[in-house]
Antibody, heavy 120, light 109 residues
Framework: QVQLVESGGALVKPGGSLRLSCAAS????????MSWIRQAPGKGLEWVSY????????QYADSVKGRFTISRDNAKNSLYLQMNNLRAEDTAVYYC?????????????WGQGTLVTVSS | QSALTQPASVSGSPGQSITISCTRT?????????VSWYQHIPGKAPKLMIY???TRPSGVSNRFSASQSGNTASLTISGLQAEDEADYYC?????????FGGGTKLTVL
């Protein structure tokens, strides 16, 4: 069974930085697009960013563009999200998700999430 | 403001059927036949229930079905069970980004 395990969530002050990691296993990581999706407290799901299998196609939500950087290391089966200049509104559970390879993006596996809290 | 509008909540009794709508509010919102649906039980990882508008992944109960008419995609759950109580989200890929609907809380009475 596919496994995605996020880590790196923490309490950080506004303006601070954090790096999230997602360890993938039990599938050929290098074959699939991957995404970060978040859920703020009491809110719905919000897509944050995706990266193609080889890393050449990267997109961000407008809310994080210029502050967050997605990357991957296919040799380590790992996905990352570098978050800089964090704001209170970035407080959320962050999920990594595997694209299913279907038309139009659908995430067939998700991790359990890691909590990022931005507060002074 | 999301371009995918869902009702905030729906409810039904065990054994009944319910339908959750997802309405495209912008005419240029992507290819609408590529909507996907997710079930999210708080504290657990979201689960893909439908992709490409109407296709159920392997392992998803056939009590879950989906359709589309015009600007509205719909998820129907038949034979409601207590375990179906969750939040449900539609999603659509649009212009190199992904949109989620605001989510619908399903309560099984």
């Amino acid at each position: 069974q596919v496994q995605l395990v996020e880590s790196g969530g923490a309490l950080v002050k506004p303006g601070g930085s954090l790096r999230l990691s997602c360890a993938a296993s039990r599938f050929t990581f290098s074959d699939y697009y991957m995404s970060w999706i978040r859920q703020a407290p009491g809110k719905g799901l919000e897509w944050v960013s995706y990266i193609s299998s080889g890393g050449g196609d990267i997109q961000y939500a407008d809310s994080v563009k210029g502050r967050f950087t997605i990357s991957r290391d296919n040799a380590k089966n790992s996905l990352y999200l570098q978050m800089n200049n964090l704001r209170a509104e970035d407080t959320a559970v962050y999920y990594c998700a595997k694209d299913g390879g279907y038309s139009g993006y659908a995430f067939d596996y998700w991790g359990q999430g890691t909590l990022v809290t931005v507060s002074s | 403001q999301s371009a995918l509008t869902q009702p905030a909540s729906v409810s039904g009794s065990p054994g009944q059927s319910i339908t959750i709508s997802c309405t495209r509010t912008s005419s240029d919102v992507g290819t609408y036949n590529l909507v996907s649906w997710y079930q999210h039980i708080p504290g657990k990882a979201p689960k893909l229930m439908i992709y490409e508008a109407t296709t159920r992944p392997s392992g998803v109960s056939n009590r879950f079905s989906a359709s589309q008419s015009g600007n509205t995609a719909s998820l129907t759950i038949s034979g409601l069970q207590a375990e179906d109580e969750a939040d449900y989200y539609c999603s659509l890929y649009v212009s190199s980004s992904l949109l989620f609907g605001g989510g619908t809380k399903l309560t099984v009475l």
